[in-house]
């Protein structure tokens, strides 16, 4: 899941703007602020009594933010009580023998692959990405494979209006584990775990969202340097073209999504931290057994 530890859309800055927008900030959360307060009233905790897009981090004995620090923008004022702990793994074996399309053996190698996909909650229109994705990339020298999240394949080919591309392939759903690593790049709508993801394999980004936090996400794959922000969420096909090829002819951003990666892999396994930290608290520690990661 998504916890904001850092409320800007953009990479921090400090302007008369900025600060004129907290107010009226303040005012459009109230809703939330209630409900907060009354879930931890719930339970014979205190009114949170800061800042809405702070109480996620500042009320809690412990926050586990399944990701990692290189991700988030810098911010001396975060307590220790939290821990990135990366994402989730994949979940590796958990289909004995899951399902491939026919075209599978289409991803030999031969050409470089690149993934697109809406992901599951914002892909009822799959005009907005998947179809200009398709439209941009159908006269280079790639695979491009795209994933509908569930939706069926047949409208992909609606919202293109016409046959797919010859180098289109498209399931509803591919498992990660088994895609990602045969993959060049990623183009993505920014979901937060699946962006979690792709990085863990150290593959460059270019993310096109506009949509619940996505633009959050974008915007901190743009400033980690792993990938390009297109800051749209229906962009057009040459703007998809261009970071794609971007993207896959700059050394800088493959370089540092590989050391995002490494940075993944050099967490322990992010349940195993979070169960060790709820034992500790069950147990009445003060502190938990898992060192915070830096």
Known sequence: SRLPVSPATRSP??????????????W???PL????DAALAEIGAAPSRTDTFDFA?????ALFQLGVAELEYPRRELPATVRFVGPLRDAVGCVDDPALPDWWSDLDGDRAVVHVTQGTIDNVDLGRLIAPTLRALADEDVLVVACTGGRPVSEVERALGTALPANARV???LPYDLLL??????????????VQRVLAHGLPLVVAGST???PEVAARVAWAGCGRDLRTGTPRPDAIRRAVHDVLTTPSYG????ELSAAIAALPDPVDVIAAGLADAVAGRTGPSVAPAD
Not at 13 to 26: E, F
Not at 57 to 61: H, I, K, Q, S
Not at 255 to 258: K, W
């Open 13 to 26: 800055r400090s302007s008369r703007a900025s600060r004129a927008a907290s107010p009226s900030s303040s």
């Open 212 to 214: 619940e936090d996505k």
């Open 57 to 61: 981090y500042r009320c809690f004995d």
């Open 255 to 258: 370089a540092r999504s590989r």
């Open 181 to 194: 690593p045969l993959c060049s790049a990623v183009v993505t709508n920014g979901g937060f775990g699946g």
């Open 171 to 173: 399931a509803e759903f």
């Open 33 to 36: 602020r209630r409900a907060a």
């Open 28 to 30: 459009l959360t109230v």
